[in-house]
């Protein structure tokens, strides 16, 4: 089946995006009410996220009536046109609820089942509506902050790296995560901790970031910030696996990536991580 060209549906991405990060911010101002907690009193869901997902989807929907959806706050639906769209509609919640501007809505859409070892990501879009900033890519067509092109910070050593993580919900993870932290901040520059996975993403493509890691992310939290960080230049993997996925992603420049994958290799063998919640 012929489907539009990537920069044709970064268009859709990017005007849905707009628009729903329009509503989350409205609704911010407006005072945040938690609707239910999900895999841990901390993991929360806000009602501003299920509106804005309800938006995202009408608004798909119109548009692509064919296409499959995948976000992360209702049901999964089938695509008969070979494309689904991912979408988190506020990544970053514990974020938005206090107030913290960072904070985005994040749409992809992707080639395949919504798969991100199997999955061929077509465009992508994340808006920090606090801040007004819109990160876009298309494969192959580069990645953008507004109409800035973005590339990957180069010729980083290790020690100098500035390296962005993000810790689960579950207390118990979030401890051996610290584990992993304590080992690896004498041999990087320093480690920052944002909370938005595809905040995190775009801040390697934009060079805010030198590298990015984090295990126990789901498909809806990278898709749209992956494909921004691969344009940009970054290599975007795991240990010994060309596709990034739940058990682990890591985003880099490939010769910062190559110094940094031995080392987290090494915390991962001395820190063993169980097979608790993420």
Not at 125 to 152: I, Y
């Amino acid at each position: 089946m012929m489907h539009p060209a990537p920069t044709e549906l970064l268009d859709l991405a990017r005007t849905v995006a707009l628009t729903a990060g329009a509503l989350a911010h409205r609704r911010r101002t407006e005072g945040v009410e938690i609707a239910a907690s999900k895999s841990s009193p901390e993991d929360i869901v806000t009602a501003a996220d299920r509106e804005v997902e309800l938006l995202i989807r009408g608004l798909l929907a119109d548009a692509r009536p064919n296409d499959g959806f995948y976000g992360e706050e209702s049901d999964a639906s089938a695509h008969t046109s070979g494309l689904t769209w991912v979408v988190d509609p506020i990544d970053g919640t514990v974020n938005y609820l206090y107030g913290i501007p960072f904070y985005a809505v994040s749409i992809a859409v992707v080639q395949g089942d919504p798969d991100p070892a199997s999955w061929n990501t077509l465009a992508g879009a994340v808006v920090n509506p606090a801040l007004r900033e819109v990160f876009t890519a298309s494969k192959g067509s580069g990645a953008w902050l507004g109409d800035q092109r973005l590339h990957v910070n180069h010729d980083v050593p290790l020690s100098l790296a500035l390296a962005g993580t993000g810790f689960s919900y579950e207390a118990a993870r979030r401890v051996w995560q610290a584990k992993v932290v304590g080992g690896l901040i004498g041999q990087v520059r320093d480690i920052r901790r944002i909370g938005s996975a595809a905040l995190d993403l775009c801040s390697v493509a934009c060079g805010r970031l030198d590298v990015y890691f984090e295990r126990g992310l789901n498909p809806w939290d990278h898709a749209a910030g992956a494909l921004i960080a691969r344009e940009a230049g970054a290599r975007v993997g795991a240990l010994h696996a060309d596709a990034e996925g739940r058990d682990l992603l890591i985003a880099a420049d490939p010769a910062l990536y190559d110094q940094f994958s031995p080392v987290l290799a090494a915390l991962f063998e001395c820190f063993p991580p169980d097979d608790g919640p993420r």
